[in-house]
């Protein structure tokens, strides 16, 4: 299998993951239930959840007025960028 569809594949399913546990963060939030931790949000989007943690942030309106969350998203996001292009430069040479 070509390595684009390969980490095609893992972003979407990552990010199908993550909205999924934003989702249900969200709802517990409401319930006044036991609540995701926010270290595994940001696993989630370092591990390449970060798209599906974006749509999440804009679609259910979660965790996005979080001045602390969102600086330590931005930075999980930015790492993850960092990884695969070095990856990507890895894998061009």
Request: proline share 2%; hydrophobic share 50%.
């Amino acid at each position: 299998m070509n390595a684009l569809l390969i980490i095609a594949l893992v972003y979407g399913c990552m990010s199908l993951a993550t909205y999924v546990v934003y989702a249900l963060d969200k709802s517990a939030a409401r319930r006044r239930r036991r609540r995701v931790p926010e270290r595994t949000l940001h696993l989630l989007a370092l591990f390449g959840g970060w798209p599906g943690a974006l749509l999440a942030q804009h679609y259910l309106r979660h965790k996005s007025s979080k001045g602390g969350f969102l600086r330590l998203f931005w930075l999980t996001m930015l790492l993850n960028c960092a990884l695969f292009t070095s990856l990507g430069w890895q894998l061009a040479s």
